[in-house]
Structures are given as structure tokens and as C-alpha cells.
């Protein structure tokens, strides 16, 4: 399949991050053309099955939507347990596969977020004051802002890499970076698991912390926004509060859809 019937089979089933009853009706076909394809021609069926997995905008209950696909959903994840373990894969296309394998296997943080280790940038929000952060990891650095930093003097707090006390899920996915040869991902990810402060507040906290708090809002972290953020000059480039229910950073497909 070409890169347009991609497009198209994907602002179907899962437009601008929003799914449906249908868009889970088409895992069996996702999974059954995934396995039929050699391993370096899957990445676009097991993107777009997991981003319907680990959508966040449901228009219904996911629960009920899923009953049926169990089993589709355990053999997606272990196609891509398979796919990520053939050293076929640019740093970019692999994390989309670790992504997937994280979303087939149910983690709805990992499944959605980890891709900003393929742009460089993470969204994320101060668990304690509630500001907007941009959370750098990458080839531009490892480091904190609560301001636009690109060209720009924004303050920048640097991340501290975890070595050690790393949860399961991030020791999991360095062990995969490194055996499937991804040195560069298996040493981001000490700065994704790792610990930082907030240039707005100074408390610190564990960058996943921070990505937690911007994927899922809390009442508390919403209000701790609203109230304590200090107005600055350049408040107004600030991206404005997302709905809680909402997801803070809209979901636009994976990076082969962006630059169609
Ligand atoms: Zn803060």
C-alpha cells in the first residue's frame, strides 16, 4: 500500500487522534495485513492499530469497543515485539515501534507519548504549579523550559539522567534500545526517566511525572495552573489550557503521515 491509502485509511479510522466503534472494527484487518507483510513494511499497520488502541479521544466507551479484540490486541503486540526486534529501523521509525509494542501491551502513557523521543520534545506540565513545560530530549539537548525555546532566551533547567531507580517500563524499553542496537534511544531514555525542576516554581520532579501530568490533567494540577501561574510578558505564546478531559498536545499521526 502506498503512502496516500495510508493517509486516507488513517484520517478514517483515526482522524485527528479521535476514534470510533469502526475504528476498532478495522484491527483484525490491520493485523492480518501486518502479518502478512514483511517486518520492514509493517511500521504503518501496527502505527495506526496502536493509535487506535491508545487513543484517548473515544467517541464511546473503549471497554465496549474493544470486547472482541482481545486477542487481536495480544497478537499486534507480540507482531511488534517481532518487528522492533529486527535491526531494520532508522532512531525515528523505531520508536514508533516501541510506542506500539507499549500500546498493544495496554500502557496508556508509554503507548501515546514515548513518540516525542522522535521529535526531540515532549510536552509536559509542572505537577506541583501546573505550568506548561517543554520537556527536551534529544538532539537538542536535555533540559526544561516554560517558555518557547526555540531561537529563543528562555530558561532552560537541564534534565538529570536516571542511571539506576528506573521503573519497569523504562528499563524495559533501554533493554529493547539496546539489544535491537538503538544506543542513542537506550541513552535519551536515562533523560526520559529522569529527574528534573520547574523553572516556573523550582520544585522538582521526575520528567514521566511531568508527561503524566500533561497527558491527564488532574483537577488539581488544572486548578494549580489557573491559580498560581505568574502572568509574564510573554504569557500570551503560551499554548492556552487544554480541556482535562482533552489531550494537551494534538494528536497528529505518526511522523510518515506528517511529512506527506
Ligand atoms: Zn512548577
Redesign the pocket.
Known amino acids: 500500500m502506498g503512502d496516500s491509502v495510508w493517509e486516507e485509511l488513517w484520517s478514517r479510522l483515526c482522524h485527528q487522534g479521535t476514534v470510533y466503534s469502526a475504528s476498532f472494527a478495522a484491527l483484525p484487518s490491520l493485523e492480518a495485513a501486518a502479518r502478512r507483510w514483511p517486518a520492514e513494511h509493517r511500521l504503518p499497520a501496527l502505527a495506526l492499530g496502536a493509535s487506535i488502541v491508545a487513543a484517548t479521544d473515544v467517541e464511546g466507551r473503549r471497554e465496549e469497543f474493544l470486547r472482541g479484540f482481545e486477542e487481536t490486541v495480544a497478537r499486534l503486540g507480540q507482531l511488534a515485539l517481532e518487528t522492533i526486534a529486527r535491526p531494520l529501523w532508522s532512531r525515528e521509525e523505531y520508536v514508533y515501534l516501541l510506542q506500539a509494542a507499549l500500546a498493544f501491551q495496554g500502557d496508556p502513557l508509554w503507548g501515546r507519548q514515548l513518540e516525542g523521543l522522535a521529535s526531540g520534545e515532549f510536552h509536559g506540565m509542572?505537577p506541583?504549579?501546573?505550568?506548561d513545560l517543554y520537556v527536551v530530549v534529544g538532539e537538542k539537548g536535555f533540559f526544561v523550559s516554560a517558555d518557547d525555546w526555540v531561537g529563543q532566551p528562555a530558561r532552560r533547567v537541564a534534565i538529570e539522567p536516571q542511571l539506576d531507580n528506573v521503573p519497569p517500563v523504562g528499563r524495559w524499553l533501554r533493554d529493547q534500545a539496546l539489544s535491537a542496537q538503538q544506543p542513542e534511544v537506550a541513552n535519551w531514555l536515562r533523560y526520559v526517566f529522569g529527574t528534573s525542576s520547574?523553572p516556573?516554581?523550582?520544585?522538582p520532579f521526575a520528567v514521566p511525572d511531568a508527561i503524566k501530568s500533561a497527558a491527564w490533567p488532574t483537577p488539581s494540577s488544572a486548578g494549580a495552573r489557573a491559580a498560581s501561574r505568574p502572568a509574564l510578558p510573554n504569557e500570551t505564546r503560551l499554548p492556552p489550557a487544554p480541556p482535562a478531559t482533552a489531550l494537551a498536545i494534538p494528536y497528529r499521526g505518526p511522523w510518515w503521515i506528517k511529512r506527506l
Not at 128 to 131: F, L, R, T
Not at 200 to 203: A, D, E, F, L, M
Open positions: 509542572c506541583s504549579c501546573g505550568a520547574c516556573r516554581c523550582g520544585q
